[in-house]
């Protein structure tokens, strides 16, 4: 089970991940909504690449001013050392590490940075623990995570990109008992519980919120903004890059 984190993207997880002002950002796939907006409202320069494109006309509407290229990390059409910092956001494991990492170096500034954000939900609280237990006497496999963040691992391995850094940002989304209940009801996996179990279940995390909540406040649903950076070395690439004298906007 999970949540959509909404606009609620702590501000100071993107400033931590893309510092000072005026950059030139890359990010590989179309990011969520909330930190498309974010990066809107900064004085960053904004570029995408998606496989996609129905996902770049989508973008279109929440960052008008974004520049939006079908492409894909493993082969990027820029010139070299065009951007400050390259981002990827909830993907990384959707890369193939041997072939976009020296492109990701190739089209960075040199001090330039490699970010990486993930979303994680924070199951140490206690009512999220009882709720996991509920769900996984009916399913083991619910909320279980399987995020993608054990990608890192290979970016901390890379040649292109010492020195990895890592913070965590702490986001609540509240969330209401009727929309818990409507969570449980439309996993994917609990839809296939026989009607009266599903029932019994829904009602079951309706008492668990009834218990956990003070009303008239809602419970808040806690994630983990997880945040990678690292700089990038250009020493490790095959060929000297020749930085471009200027660039090509290409917009769809």
């Known amino acids: 089970m999970s949540s959509s984190p909404g ?10 991940l893309i510092p000072g002002s ?8 179309v990011p969520g909504a909330d930190v ?12 995408v690449i998606d496989r996609l494109p129905d996902a770049l006309e989508g973008l279109a509407r929440l960052a008008p001013d974004s520049r939006r290229i079908v492409a894909q990390a493993e082969s990027l059409p820029f010139a070299p050392c065009l951007f400050d910092v390259v981002l990827a956001c909830q993907n990384l ?10 492109e990701i170096a190739r089209v960075l500034q040199p001090a330039g940075s490699f970010a990486v954000m993930y979303l994680t939900r924070d199951d140490s609280v206690p009512w999220v623990r009882r709720l996991a237990a509920l769900l ?46 409507d969570m449980v009801r439309t996993h994917p996996t609990l839809q296939s519980l026989p009607r009266e179990a599903l029932d019994e279940l829904a009602a079951a995390v309706g008492d668990l919120y009834d218990s956990s909540a003070r009303a008239p406040e809602p419970l808040l649903l806690p994630w983990r903004v997880q945040c990678w950076r690292a700089v990038v070395d250009h020493s490790e690439l095959s060929k000297p890059l020749l930085p471009p004298d200027d660039a090509v906007d290409i917009r769809l």
């Open 36 to 47: 498309t907006r974010g990066l809107a409202a900064t004085t960053h320069s904004f570029t």
């Open 7 to 16: 606009s609620r993207l702590p501000a100071s997880a993107l400033e931590w």
């Open 22 to 29: 005026h950059r030139r950002v890359l990010s590989l796939g």
């Open 93 to 102: 494991h959707t890369l193939a590490p041997g072939l976009a990492y020296a």
């Open 136 to 181: 996984q006497g009916a399913d083991p496999a619910a909320m279980r995570g399987g995020y993608g963040t054990a990608s890192v691992d290979t970016l901390a391995e890379s040649d292109f990109f010492p020195d990895l850094e890592h913070r965590d940002f702490r986001m609540w989304v509240p969330v209401t008992r009727s929309g818990l209940v």
